[in-house]
């Protein structure tokens, strides 16, 4: 099986452009969450889904940060506008809630770079 | 709130040097407790999960062991192969999100 797919895997911008970032689950996997890492903080939760709906966007930064599940294996992360402190790894990660342990699996990130 | 602290931030070892990371927890309950490994430009990969004090876990020459307040991963005679970041995480009972530390940093020299 096919794990979570990312896209693009690096993104070079100017600030105020906007940004959007791309993640396909796993599939049977019902949860996606989105992180960011940085060197001073580390992976840092941003937002959840569960079947599609968010559940904690509590750790999303920002109003410019948006995320959105269309449908149940798709998500996009948007940064609009962007800034240069937005600058890190994004990853997203694919779990089946419910299931014993809940194991989260993730993507192998895009790296923003804003400029 | 859920705190994960992982100990050393960074550690060197000769190949066949064994050796223990540490990450100690708090958390109001502990729902479960998750080792990844990660390599530069790529993302975590899970290792282990444990569940209850005294579980123990083990893969090739990784061994994860759990206590009310921390946990141990276990490196035994490692490879220079085993040189990754490795990142504990816990997931408290009534989540499903979970609190990662900042890893420790293991490079392994032949």
């Known amino acids: 099986d096919a794990g979570v797919i990312q896209s693009p895997r690096h993104e070079v911008t100017e600030m105020g452009q906007e940004v959007t970032l791309r993640c396909k689950l796993i599939s049977g996997h019902n949860s996606l969450f989105w992180y960011r890492q940085t060197m001073m903080r580390g992976l840092e939760l941003l937002i959840y889904?569960?079947?599609?709906?968010?559940?904690?966007d509590s750790g999303m930064p920002e109003d410019r940060f948006s995320a959105k599940m269309p449908n149940a294996s798709f998500s996009t992360l948007k940064i609009q506008p962007s800034e240069p402190r937005d600058s890190a790894v994004y990853f997203c990660?694919?779990?089946?809630?419910?299931?014993?342990?809940?194991?989260?699996?993730f993507g192998p990130g895009t790296r923003l770079l804003v400029l | 709130e859920d705190q994960v602290t992982q100990s050393p931030e960074a550690l060197r070892l000769q190949e066949g040097e064994s050796s223990s990371l540490n990450c100690s927890y708090t958390?109001?309950?502990?729902?479960?407790l998750f080792w990844y490994r990660q390599d530069p430009g790529k993302g975590p990969e899970f290792l282990f999960t444990?569940?209850?004090a005294g579980e123990e876990k083990e893969k090739e020459r990784l061994k994860a062991t759990l206590t009310k307040k921390e946990s141990f991963l276990h490196i035994t005679a490692p490879k220079p192969e085993d040189s990754a970041t490795y990142l504990c995480a816990v997931q408290d009972s009534g989540y499903s999100t979970l609190t990662f530390g900042k890893g420790t940093m293991l490079l392994v020299s032949p």
């Open positions: 990660a694919s779990s089946l809630l419910g299931a014993l342990g809940e194991t989260q699996y």
């Open positions: 958390v109001s309950g502990l729902r479960g």
């Open positions: 444990l569940y209850s």
């Open positions: 889904f569960n079947n599609n709906v968010p559940i904690d």
